[in-house]
Nanobody
Framework: QAHLVESGGGLVQAGGSLRLSCAASGISFDAYTMDWYRQGPGKQRELVAQITSAGSTTYADSVKGRFTISRDNTKKTVYLQMNSLKPEDTAVYYC?????????WGQGTQVTVSS
């Protein structure tokens, strides 16, 4: 059975950093495109960053230059390094794994940035 489990969220002051992790199990992780999404209070869920199985990355304009997505296929884990955090980055962060029509979501981890 497939599972994606996020960790690393928490409360941080503006300008601080956090690293989120998403550990996968039950899937051929290296074949999956992995995404980080977030959903802020009263907002729609939005794509933050993506890393393909080949290692290509894309970012939302709002996080470019501040966030970095990476993956370690040996650990079946995708990371989101978040620097220079802003209050508007406050959200529940979710990881998503996609392989063709197969999609899995994690349960989310809360990130709160205080001003």
């Amino acid at each position: 059975q497939a599972h994606l489990v996020e960790s690393g969220g928490g409360l941080v002051q503006a300008g601080g950093s956090l690293r989120l992790s998403c550990a996968a199990s039950g899937i051929s992780f290296d074949a999956y495109t992995m995404d980080w999404y977030r959903q802020g209070p009263g907002k729609q869920r939005e794509l933050v960053a993506q890393i393909t199985s080949a290692g290509s990355t894309t970012y939302a304009d709002s996080v470019k230059g501040r966030f970095t997505i990476s993956r370690d296929n040996t650990k079946k884990t995708v990371y989101l390094q978040m620097n220079s955090l802003k209050p508007e980055d406050t959200a529940v962060y979710y990881c998503k794994g996609t392989w063709g029509v197969i999609v899995y979501w994690g349960q989310g981890t809360q990130v709160t940035v205080s001003s």
